[in-house]
């Protein structure tokens, strides 16, 4: 199989027929600055958050077997936790999104504070750097209605075809879902073939040796089955700009 200039996950869901660049696809100049530092707004338990963390210019892509490892460990130390749950994850280029429920907002800024720490401790370690990861502190948005919430999954779980990873390399063209986030714990895909337990094995053992990344059962009512009120979610979605 041919790689690209960098290392990707194997995983290949099934063939795809299509291809070629999407006409406006791809960050966009001018938005990838850090919000206006303001008071966050309380934050209620039967929300959501949509949470983004990015990393600083000179930290090396994410999306890598070392650093998608690195980041797991991060997660799998938040499981168990009641009040801070971290149901779904995508790591990008240079920053990470979460869906997470919080109790409250010193739920959420406890959680995040210790995951951001976890977490940029570990990518040091893989990368063999010190210093700071993260770029600024995390910009979080509640997820409030049925319409957002499933918006929302499909920007998390299909945000890696908005910045083009879907092209990168032949793997990742053939794939239906992204490797580098829980798209394979998701169970509302419009292509219900994709919904499959975690560790079963596809026709040829594709899947074996690939670990999803950690996540929390969720337990609002928003993101357990309120966004399922304005219908399934395509894999090959290309989500717009929230």
């Not at 990707?8 to 006409?23: I, S, V």
Request: with cysteine; hydrophobic share 35%; glycine share 8%.
């Amino acid at each position: 199989m041919r790689r690209g200039n960098h290392e990707q996950l194997a995983f290949d869901l099934r063939p795809r027929t299509w291809g070629g660049k999407r006409a406006g696809a791809g960050r966009k100049p001018g938005r990838s600055s850090d919000a206006r530092h303001r008071k966050r707004p309380a934050v209620r338990r039967y929300e959501v958050q949509h949470v983004v963390l990015r990393t600083r210019n000179d930290v090396p892509r994410l999306r890598r077997g070392k650093t998608y490892q690195a980041i797991a460990r991060a997660l799998r130390r938040t499981l168990g936790e009641h009040a801070f749950r971290v149901c779904h994850t995508s790591i990008q280029r240079n920053h990470l999104h979460f869906l997470i429920e919080a109790h409250d907002k010193a739920a959420l800024s406890h959680g995040m504070r210790s995951l951001a720490i976890m977490a940029a401790r570990a990518i040091n370690r893989v990368l063999g750097r010190s210093g700071k990861v993260f770029a600024y502190r995390y910009h979080a948005t509640a997820i409030a209605s049925p319409r957002q919430m499933r918006n929302a999954l499909s920007y998390v779980l299909n945000n890696w075809r908005r910045h083009d990873e879907d092209e990168s390399s032949e793997a990742a063209h053939r794939a239906a879902l992204d490797p580098y986030s829980t798209a394979l714990a998701f169970r509302g895909w419009k292509q219900g073939m994709f919904a499959i337990p975690a560790g079963e094995r596809l026709a040829g053992g594709r899947l074996a040796g690939y670990e999803p990344l950690p996540a929390a059962t969720p337990e609002t009512w928003l993101l357990r089955v309120g966004w399922e009120r304005h219908g399934p979610i395509s894999a090959y979605d290309v989500p717009r700009r929230l």
